[in-house]
């Protein structure tokens, strides 16, 4: 999927103000500064990269190849690739993750999983 290790470039933006009700699904890279109330789900036949900035909160499932949070999650995490929680990030419900790095004051009220390949590519 990452071959030559390119990351995807982030070409959408939910902007700080604007509330979406219902799932987003999306590949590439998405940015959220606003708030969302429904799963955010990157394909899974595609590269993305998910950015949820501090000003962003999302209610509902999220699940992306990359995934950086510096706000709020409520509802479970899959990163299926890599995770990284900035500072600022607060988190309730279950993570799961193949690489995690996770900042000083990062917060997380749910369990940890590590992902092995396996569960990667096959999940149920």
Do not use: C
């Amino acid at each position: 999927m990452f071959g030559s290790n390119k990351t995807p470039l982030i070409k959408s933006l939910i902007a700080q103000g604007t509330r979406v009700d219902g799932a987003v699904n999306f590949y590439d890279g998405l940015r959220i500064d606003g708030d969302i109330q429904g799963d955010v789900l990157g394909l899974e036949d595609h590269p993305s990269i998910l950015v949820i900035s501090e000003s962003a909160s999302v209610t509902g499932q999220v699940q992306a190849d990359h995934i950086i949070i510096n706000g709020s999650v409520t509802g479970p995490v899959v990163a299926r690739r890599m995770l990284e929680l900035q500072p600022k990030a607060r988190i309730v419900g279950d993570v799961s993750y193949r690489t995690l790095e996770m900042h000083q004051g990062a917060l997380i009220s749910g369990l940890l999983r590590p992902l092995n390949l396996d569960e990667v590519n096959n999940p149920h």
